[in-house]
């Protein structure tokens, strides 16, 4: 045989070793999988269990998070256990506070979570526990607790309203023109957590409304790694993933695309000099030297920022449009604290007044009650443990708090827990915070978000901006919103809205 032939039949020895592998890693993982799900049907059969399993809930509920609501608001101690999810979900303030505060050490993210999102967020904050989380945020809460990193952020949101948000809006005032509204804030919000993470403009908001490769990528890996979540066994995603097939194929590219960026980024701050610089990645780089470290502390940065803010926007003017009295009450106090707003480039509100307007950070944070954008958040039992309201917790299992099913809990916030009514923060016209355990939006405790105090004047800043210029009308607005499933409340087929310039 010559040395062609004979590395031909090598290769093909291999091929056909390669294929017979795959397939049977394939076979194995379907067989496994088929056992998995048996097991589940033949294992547990409460109402529950069934009708998670059969999805009979959606006869009666649009939404997952509404039937967990109405399971919590039915049960004696506002918890209930998944068996066939190894889950407790609970409405109940004690237990969240127990296990975001007092047992903290014993409830982790832990790996079951941390693998799903894993191939896109690595060793950053958001994935992580142990000591390499409390490094990341003691670093990061230094960076994002100093005055002059908020004044950058609040600087990059004016500019961001003002040179694109207002012009967009006024372009299609009166003309009929629909515009998604929560796709004009998703566009709005990576703009701006782009440029306070990267120090670079992806210019999603621009007037064309132009297609960004970055957000695309971003957004589609950020779904793909959510989605492993519903598979009935992680064995399917993990033989995709090894097989490189479907799904897990187009996660793999997206993600190659998001850790291209993040590398030009660096390597652009290293060549350009990156202490003069305000955005977080220069000044994480004053600290690391890891390429690949970097990385994924900006990445997580970017997806814990970007479609909460989001989120929390779009459900706030889907609650406007059925509460004019609230918008009339946000323009009146507006008008008083800021008679004349300045027309040349100054800011036309200021960090100092927006303090002043406690109907407005009331108005936000109802609305944030009632759609909070992380609906449910899980973590994992390390040891055996027993909730304050009883419920026993074997290792292993995974405890969920549910701020949605919380913020509609008549045994937290009383008889009128369903209405949007910004008064129950109020007293004598003061803004009366609640308890975070009673209030999980941002989490709590030692893991409350780190950019909570910047996405609420960012709202607000938003809102502002908006409702002094524009009276907006939601295109349908009999239409309730209806979730798609993933890692941030995502409204199917968006807001739909008209808008109109308001006289002077
Ligand atoms: C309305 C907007 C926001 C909401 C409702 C929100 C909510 C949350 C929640 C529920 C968590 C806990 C998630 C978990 O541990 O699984 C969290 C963590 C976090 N958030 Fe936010 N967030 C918002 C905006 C932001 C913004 C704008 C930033 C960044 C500038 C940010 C940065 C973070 C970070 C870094 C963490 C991880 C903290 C840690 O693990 O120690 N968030 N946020």
Not at 276 to 292: A, E, P, Q, V
Request: charged fraction near 25%; glycine fraction near 6%; hydrophobic fraction near 40%.
């Amino acid at each position: 045989m010559d040395s062609d032939s004979s590395s031909f039949w090598f290769c093909s020895i291999c091929s056909v070793f390669s294929f017979m592998f795959f397939s049977f890693t394939l076979l194995f993982s379907l067989f496994s999988l088929s056992i998995f799900v048996l097991r589940l049907k033949l294992w547990c059969k409460c109402e529950i269990c069934r009708a998670f399993l059969d999805s009979s809930w959606t006869k009666d509920f649009d939404n997952l998070c509404d039937w967990y609501t109405h399971l919590l608001n039915k049960s004696p101690t506002g918890s209930i256990r998944i068996h066939v999810l190894g889950n407790i979900v609970t409405a109940d303030p004690e237990n969240v506070q127990h296990i975001l505060k007092t047992r903290f050490q014993n409830y982790p993210k832990g790996k079951p979570f941390s693998v799903l999102l894993g191939d896109l967020l690595g060793q950053g904050i958001f994935n992580v526990d142990g000591d390499s989380w409390m490094f990341q945020r003691k670093m990061a809460s230094l960076e994002l607790g100093s005055v002059s990193i908020r004044m950058h952020a609040f600087g990059i949101v004016e500019s961001e309203i003002r040179s694109r948000l207002i012009p967009l809006l006024s372009s299609a005032s009166g003309n009929q023109r629909v515009l998604d509204l929560q796709d004009v804030f998703r566009r709005f919000s990576f703009d701006n957590i782009c440029k306070f993470s990267f120090g670079f403009d992806p210019g999603c908001l621009e007037f064309s409304l132009p297609v960004s490769e970055f957000a695309e990528a971003f957004d589609l890996a950020s779904k793909l790694s959510a989605q492993r979540g519903l598979a009935a066994s992680s064995l399917i995603w993990k033989a995709k993933r090894v097989l490189n097939l479907g799904s897990e194929r187009k996660l793999k590219q997206a993600i190659t695309m998001v850790d291209e960026f993040a590398q030009r980024m660096i390597n652009q701050r290293r060549e350009m000099g990156f202490s003069d610089n305000h955005d977080l990645l220069s000044r994480f780089m004053g600290t690391i030297d890891d390429d690949k470290y970097l990385r994924d502390i900006v990445v997580s940065f970017i997806l814990a920022g970007r479609d909460t803010v989001a989120s929390g926007l779009t459900s706030f003017f889907w609650l406007l449009s059925q509460h004019p009295e609230v918008e009339s009450t946000i323009r009146e106090e507006f008008e008083r604290v800021v008679p004349s707003p300045p027309c040349d480039d100054r800011p036309f509100v200021t960090f100092d007044q927006m303090r002043e307007m406690h109907y407005l950070h009331a108005a936000v944070c109802e609305s944030l009650r009632l759609f909070p954008p992380v609906q449910f958040d899980s973590k994992f039992a390390e040891d055996d443990d027993v909730l304050p309201d009883c419920s026993f917790v074997r290792r292993g299992t995974r405890v969920t708090y549910h701020p949605y099913a919380m913020g509609r809990m008549e045994r937290v916030w009383g008889s009128n827990c369903l209405e949007f009514n910004p008064e129950r923060w109020l007293k004598n016209g003061r803004f009366i915070p609640e308890s975070p355990y009673k209030y999980p939006v941002f989490q709590a405790g030692l893991r409350v978000c780190l950019g909570k105090e910047m996405a609420v004047a960012e709202m607000k800043c938003v809102v502002l901006a908006i409702i002094s210029r524009f009276n907006i009308r939601v295109a349908d607005p009999n239409r309730k919103p209806m979730f798609a499933p993933a890692l941030t409340a995502t409204v199917r087929g968006g807001l739909p809205i008209f808008v109109q310039e308001r006289g002077p």
